[in-house]
């Protein structure tokens, strides 16, 4: 019968130092190059430099993206031809492949985003005059034109909206083509041009206060066209958007500043307001509406808006008119202050 040789195995205790004296040497050959091969086809070393220069691409060039995506999508393609013609390495190939797939698809992407947005006809001079100077995306802006509002047209003394009757919690709306007439109680205030908003001091003033309704009439001094908003669909998309909600606040305060200058001076053409670039103080804080039709809640008002009207656009007139006008409505000192 076959005895089985028993092999004695040895342990080392724990917290005994091995003896590496007589421990036995590997031969060097074993373990590292001694020949070296000859240098790979010039193909392997195209997608290396490719690589290579992708990752040197500086971030703050336009398309660094784009330009690193091709790039290593180049360089994953040079490495199959050189992994399948010279290396006859499947693996290499392979994966390979897969980076491939992975980088042209990104590039795809990547090109799709920069795609040109194209505006439509009417709306391209809103977009360069109002959105494009505060860097707001064309893509932006085509999703805030594109979703919940449409382009609605007045004919020649058709209303806006009329006092005392037209609720002010349904839209919001920035003229496009046209001019349209604002007055109270028959008493001429302001024009509106194209690219302004016909209803912001009602969109400002009612944001805590809703039911109300327009205290002054709106009416269309020609064929007019104006882009509109369901203010409701509008505030959830702009409570999604935090830097179209801070342009919304910026566009209409400014907007409602025009308006008080126009009020001053109702002679005002549309070629004076786009010089109007000013800044929105804590004017296009207030309840602007309360400023341009308090008059309703004054007995005085009558007299106080024949006043007003009367000034001129100098400097001096100005405040002294404006005061008047405060006075008249019964705005309070601190607002006066603020507008001063």
């Not at 040497?25 to 690589?51: G, Q, S």
Request: aromatic share 12%; net charge positive.
């Amino acid at each position: 019968m076959n005895s089985t040789e028993i092999i004695p195995l040895t342990v080392t205790p724990l917290g005994v130092i091995p003896d590496f004296k007589n421990a036995t040497l590997v031969p060097f050959n074993d373990t590292a190059c001694e020949n070296w091969k000859e240098i790979h086809h010039l193909v392997f070393h195209v997608a290396n430099t490719c690589f290579a220069a992708g990752l040197v691409i500086p971030t703050t060039l336009n398309f660094h993206m784009i330009f690193l995506r091709s790039l290593l999508t180049i360089g994953c393609a040079m490495f199959i031809i050189w992994a399948t013609f010279f290396r006859c390495a499947v693996d290499i190939m392979i994966w390979n492949t897969v980076f491939l797939v992975v980088n042209f698809l990104h590039f795809i992407y990547l090109v799709y985003k920069r795609r040109p947005i194209k505006i439509e006809k009417e709306l391209s001079s809103l977009y360069k005059r109002m959105f494009e100077p505060l860097h707001v995306p064309p893509e932006l802006f085509k999703r805030l034109t594109g979703q919940f509002c449409n382009i609605q047209t007045l004919k020649t003394g058709q209303a806006y909206a009329a006092e005392d009757k037209t609720s002010v919690d349904d839209r919001l709306s920035i003229l496009l083509k046209g001019k349209m007439k604002v007055s109270y109680r028959g008493h001429f205030l302001h024009n509106i041009y194209p690219c302004a908003f016909i209803d912001s001091p009602e969109f400002r003033s009612t944001q805590m206060n809703r039911g109300e309704k327009f205290q002054v009439t709106i009416v269309a001094d020609d064929n007019c066209k104006f882009l509109c908003w369901s203010r409701e669909r509008l505030t959830y998309f702009l409570e999604a958007e935090p830097f179209l909600f801070e342009i919304f606040r910026y566009l209409i305060g400014k907007d409602i500043t025009n308006k008080l200058y126009s009020l001053n001076d109702p002679t005002l053409n549309d070629k004076t307001s786009k010089k109007m670039d000013r800044q929105p103080s804590l004017c296009s804080q207030l309840s602007v509406m309360q400023m341009r039709n308090s008059m309703a809640s004054s007995s005085d008002s009558e007299d106080g808006l024949q006043q007003f009207l009367r000034g001129t656009s100098s400097a001096s007139s100005l405040r002294n008119n404006q005061r008047e006008f405060y006075n008249a409505c019964g705005v309070g000192r601190m607002q006066h202050d603020a507008f001063c």
